[in-house]
């Protein structure tokens, strides 16, 4: 059983431009969480999605960020017109249900 | 405002010892913690998760207290090994229907030969 997937590893992007995230959940698993990690910090969360809904946004900036989980294919974390800010980790997971979340290796933004 | 925090950014210990990892958290509505692991340019790795309706939970070398009344966690792992050496960050969830987890900023355990 293949983990949660993510690519890709390394985005390097210049201001301005969009960087497009992806994450295939496990086998089974019908949550996903997107969380950002910045330099020295821990995990913080942006979105939860469910198949085709997002059940909570709480965490994700109101302007150029946007999360999808489609009923076929990966969920994608599109953020557009990127800064230098946006320079991080980002870690998707999955669960079936309930509280254990298992992570994908990560996505490391570089905006230049 | 940090609901959940981890104020040890390092410990050092020897091989076969005892690690004590400690977090505490401010929210009371918190219902599950969780314990993870990671290493450099990966993602965290499930460790171990209580809910607050028990104080102790155990999975090998791995033990996790939880004193609720103090808003306190430990997780303790016995006998500590080199390749436990790895950023460990304590975790809290609501609960309910959304399981969004809320970290602390990590703690960098170093298992020394």
């Known amino acids: 059983n293949a983990g949660v997937m993510q690519n890709p590893r390394h985005l390097v992007r210049r201001r301005g431009q969009e960087a497009r995230l992806r994450c295939s959940p496990m086998?089974?698993?019908?949550?996903v969480y997107w969380y950002r990690q910045l330099p020295e910090e821990g995990l913080k969360f942006m979105v939860y999605?469910?198949?085709?809904?997002?059940?909570?946004e709480s965490g994700m900036p109101k302007e150029r960020f946007s999360a999808e989980f489609p009923k076929e294919g990966p969920s994608i974390l599109r953020i557009q017109q990127v800064v230098r800010g946006d320079s991080a980790a980002y870690f998707c997971?999955?669960?079936?249900?309930?509280?254990?979340?298992?992570f994908g290796p990560g996505t490391r933004l570089t905006v230049t | 405002d940090q609901q959940v925090k981890q104020n040890s950014p390092s410990l050092s210990v020897q091989e076969g010892r005892i690690s004590i990892l400690n977090c505490d958290y401010t929210?009371?509505?918190?219902?599950?913690f969780l314990w993870y692991k990671k290493y450099p340019a990966e993602g965290p790795t499930f460790l171990i998760s209580?809910?607050?309706?028990?104080d102790k939970n155990e999975d090998g070398r791995f033990t996790v207290f939880l004193n609720k009344s103090a808003k306190h966690l430990s997780l303790h792992i016995v006998p500590s090994q080199p390749g436990d050496s790895a950023v460990y960050f304590c975790?809290?969830?609501?609960?309910?229907?959304?399981?969004?987890?809320?970290f602390g900023k990590g703690t960098l355990l170093t298992v020394n030969p």
């Open positions: 997971a999955s669960s079936p249900q309930g509280v254990e979340q298992y």
């Open positions: 086998k089974g698993h019908s949550h």
């Open positions: 999605l469910q198949k085709e809904n997002i059940i909570d």
């Open positions: 929210n009371s509505m918190f219902d599950y």
């Open positions: 209580i809910s607050s309706i028990k």
């Open positions: 975790a809290a969830s609501l609960g309910g229907s959304n399981y969004k987890l809320t």
